[in-house]
């Protein structure tokens, strides 16, 4: 069974930081892209970063500057840092290959994490 685990939101300052998690199953972090992506209240979901199998990375222009993507292939897993953090980032999180996976012709999604910035 597939598991895409989210970790690491919180309710933090604007301008502050946090640090998302996610443990990717060996046989899909190995082959694949793997994204964040994050779904704002009233809005799509909508792909915030991807990072390559080779580390090659892409961001939203809208967090450019301020997020990190990365892989730990020790850990199998992926992370993003989030910096300088601005209320309109407030969402759940979620990370996914690029496509997002897709079971039985449905796409799969984790739990997410929330991430709020208020002050």
């Known amino acids: 069974q597939v598991q895409l685990v989210e970790s690491g939101g919180d309710l933090v300052q604007p301008g502050g930081s946090l640090r998302l998690s996610c443990v990717v199953p060996?046989?899909?972090?190995?082959?694949?892209?793997m994204g964040w992506y994050r779904h704002l209240s009233g809005k799509a979901r909508e792909e915030v970063a991807r990072?390559?199998?080779?580390?090659?990375?892409r961001y939203l222009d809208s967090v450019k500057g301020r997020f990190t993507i990365s892989r730990d292939a020790d850990k199998k897993s992926v992370y993003l840092t989030m910096n300088s953090l601005k209320t309109e980032d407030t969402g759940v999180y979620y990370c996914?290959?690029?496509?997002?996976?897709?079971?039985?012709?449905?796409?799969?999604w984790g739990q997410g994490t929330q991430v709020t910035v208020s002050s």
């Open positions: 060996e046989d899909i972090f190995g082959s694949n892209t």
């Open positions: 990072i390559t199998v080779g580390s090659i990375t």
């Open positions: 996914n290959t690029i496509p997002a996976l897709k079971i039985r012709s449905h796409e799969y």
